[in-house]
């Protein structure tokens, strides 16, 4: 295994032998000795399943937030354009009267599912009145798809676009009030989606990650085109691998500390591996993705066509501490007006996945109130 051309900005050894070890695994984890071994994908107990439009889903409430007794709840999936059938949850506010109701889609983060992150701002926006939808994403969780955990710019984009043709048709949403939020990953996907489907009425993009940004280029932007080559290179040998073997290899199970990780995987482990935020289908509650993940968003600059959001309203909110800020405040400067950042003081990268303390929902709720007239 060659390591030696995945150089760190961390100061400390420790540090930087823990970030390349990411890189490795979730980034270029192609150059890792091929072994062919599949992850293992653990299963929902298979108690209370339900066949809804072709997908076995658990009727039981198995998020990783209590549920809101404020809030109707129910499975529902639907298909995309490259007709996938996704699983997701509607929430519906208990108090609404006769008319039609604004509504939001939302999703992420990247590697996730619906009973993590999005489902808890799926139910809170609920709480404050919003019909939303919260779903996961081809190829994982209770969606449709195979093989299972593979993502797609292009495919998750859509992926966007059909839960608000899905949530557009429900009888009490006006589908002239929709709006979106995509969490950490999918900020930067959800982004994508709106700038070319004006159906999207407003966005908030919170504690965003570009994937296609950090895939080609590394964190900081710190790769250079001979290592983008050599990644690509190994990228495709393990196709080879791949296609002799008939199906994909996976990468090591995420999150898993062994010792000496930057600060940033610490977070993610005290989310993903502990009851805060474990979730047994989620690739980050250590199952992988496939080792050749990777390979299409390596050229897919997916925030390409920002400005073409505008005039519609752009909420970016990202952690002051979060080592990811930089995405947040490069795709501020180059989306157009009317856009607005929101730092939240003291907080990183995984508190806005959870922290009602510090997720500003307040502030997210009057945004769509105000955008979605």
């Known amino acids: 295994m060659n390591t030696a051309f995945l150089q760190s900005t961390h100061p400390a050894q420790a540090r930087r032998r823990s970030f390349n070890g990411f890189i490795q695994r979730t980034l270029f984890v192609a150059l890792a000795a091929v072994t062919g071994a599949q992850t293992t994908l653990a299963a929902t107990p298979a108690s209370n399943i339900v066949e809804i439009g072709g997908l076995q889903l658990t009727q039981d409430w198995d998020k990783v937030f209590p549920r809101s007794d404020k809030v109707e709840h129910q499975k529902v999936t639907f298909k995309n354009r490259y007709g996938i059938t996704l699983a997701a949850d509607l929430y519906l506010p208990k108090s609404r009267g006769p008319g039609r109701l604004p509504a939001i889609v939302v999703s992420g983060p990247f590697g996730a599912v619906k009973e993590q992150s999005s489902g808890l701002y799926a139910q809170t926006l609920a709480e404050r009145g919003f019909v939303t939808l919260a779903f996961d994403p081809s190829f994982t969780g209770e969606s449709g798809g195979a093989p299972r955990n593979v993502a797609s710019p292009d495919i998750n984009t859509e992926d966007v676009s059909a839960a608000v043709d899905f949530i557009g048709l429900q009888s009490h949403v006006d589908r002239e009030r929709i709006g979106a939020v995509g969490v950490c990953g999918w900020g930067g996907i959800t982004l994508n989606a709106v700038a070319v489907d004006k159906r999207i009425k407003a966005v908030v993009a919170s504690t965003m990650y570009d994937i296609s940004r950090v895939v080609s280029k590394g964190y900081n932007d710190s790769v250079t085109p001979g290592q983008r080559a050599q990644a690509l290179a190994q990228l495709g040998?393990?196709?080879?691998?791949?296609a002799e073997k008939g199906a994909p290899a996976y990468q090591p199970p995420y999150n898993e500390l062994r010792g000496g990780e930057a600060q940033f995987l610490v977070e993610y482990h005290d989310y993903y591996r502990t009851?805060?935020?474990y979730h047994p289908r989620a690739v980050n509650?250590?199952?992988?993705?496939?080792i050749t993940n990777n390979l299409s968003f390596m050229n897919f600059p997916q925030l390409t066509y920002i400005k073409?959001?505008?005039?519609?309203?752009?909420?970016?909110v990202h952690g002051e501490k979060a080592h990811s800020r930089y995405f947040t405040e490069t795709a501020y400067a180059a989306a157009e007006q009317p856009k607005e950042l929101l730092i939240i003081p003291g907080a990183n990268h995984v508190d806005l996945y959870d922290q009602l303390d510090k997720i500003p929902f307040d502030r997210i709720a009057t945004f769509f109130n105000e955008n979605l007239k």
């Open 308 to 316: 073409e959001i505008s005039p519609r309203p752009i909420l970016f």
């Open 275 to 277: 009851p805060r935020g």
């Open 237 to 242: 040998r393990q196709r080879w691998a791949d």
């Open 285 to 290: 509650s250590g199952n992988a993705w496939t």
